[in-house]
């Protein structure tokens, strides 16, 4: 947790906005809370009467790092790299392949249904579209109260009390216990999705793109009241996004994700400051940062060529190098193993950014790097440009003004939104995803 987040926190429990037996919990701030060794998640690829495996598609492929107490980790990388199937992982609703997750120093890798009962109170999910993630049939009350039926734990007071309280907590009125989700707006229902991650006061919870479906100035506030829990409830926080704007503003610590793979591991600011992956270069000027001295800087606007490689046969050596303009032969055959190369700062080149080369003797270019990105001018970036500097504004403004964000009123919505089934529950339940990569199936956890 950075000094400014530990002071703001310090400020809060003064102020005492949240009843003190929810506030904070007892593992000092810093110390590891989550830690993954070598994670992978392969989704088997069945074909024929026989459904035999002929293939994978390697969603997640070996992942490193560490969650420490009080931070948020940001996770970002373009659609389809594995974040979800990261946040799943870790909150163990998927079964993985390969590697350890470890809990409060806890293997939990392989626990069945009962041994990860008690660590469900611990480690909850927010999930990216709040308009599926919620049961229709079901009231607000009974959604956000579901925790506590499930875990079978009586708060004091009653359910109903505890998830009025909960309700105001994330700025809701607690007056709306009986009412429907489509009766809310689309900000309104994610502070319900939050509400009910609340419920069992978590140490860590996993957001999965919590504010993507959201408008731009919606997304501020919902930003902002992620902030303000962390701070008042002492939360760890794993946010997972795909573009660099949305994390900038929440994160202590970033990941860089790209085809299943961690490329860059850094402190907020270094990363900004400083970004040594190729990659992360490549998608800091996708989204250009409302900074007047950067926004001179022409010639690290850099536009990516050719799509992202299929994850069912990723590229050899490193997975970047069919899209990288520093790639050369080494990059095709060597994959470059993630190394702290400054302090704090973990990244998976040959030839990094900002850092002298590790593989200096490699000069020549492969022929596709040539191609592999171009400059872009000005103009084409505009658009996204207003936007990043909107919700940074939004964020900013929001910030400052410290209001209770969003209206307790629910929107007037006539007819139930569509929604597939929910994900209310707290046990684990496999996704499902087609992404055209043939017929593809898994087995159940365990
Ligand atoms: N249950 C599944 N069966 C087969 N393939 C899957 C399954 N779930 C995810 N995948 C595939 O794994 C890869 C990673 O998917 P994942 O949803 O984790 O990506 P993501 O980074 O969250 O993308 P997005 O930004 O679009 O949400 C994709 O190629 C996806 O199609
Ligand atoms: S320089 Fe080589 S190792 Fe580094 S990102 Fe590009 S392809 Fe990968
Ligand atoms: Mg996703």
Redesign the pocket.
Known sequence: MSDEKAQKAQNAETTGTIPAQSRGHDRPHGEVLLKVTGLQ?H?P?RKGLLKRQVGA?H??DGLDFEVRSGETLGVV????????????LITRLLEPTGGTVEFEGKDITHLGVSGMRPLRRDVQMIF?DPYSSLNPRHTIGTIVGAPFKLQGVQPEGGVKKEVQRLLSVVGLNPEHYNRYPHEFSGGQRQRIGIARALALNPKLVVA??PVSALDVSIQAQVVNLLDDLQEELGLTYVI?A?DLSVVRHVSDRIAV?YL?KIVELADRDSLYKAPMHPYTKALMSAVPIPDPKRRGAKSERILLKGDVP??ISPPSGCRFHTRCWKATEICKTVEPPLAELKPGQQVACHHPENFEDQAPQETVLLSAAKEAAELVPEAVLEESAETSAAVAAEVAESAETAEPAEVAEPAEVAEPAEVAEPAETAEPA??????G?GE???STDK
């Not at 373009?78 to 946040?87: F, H, N, R, V, Y």
């Not at 496999?430 to 992404?435: C, S």
Request: charged fraction near 25%; hydrophobic fraction near 30%.
């Open positions: 998640k989704f690829i598609v969603a997640v990388g373009e659609s389809g790299c594995g974040k979800s199937t990261m946040g799943r990216q999965d793109e997972i795909h994700m299943g299929s994850p496999e996704v499902a995803k087609a992404d990569a593809t199936q898994e």
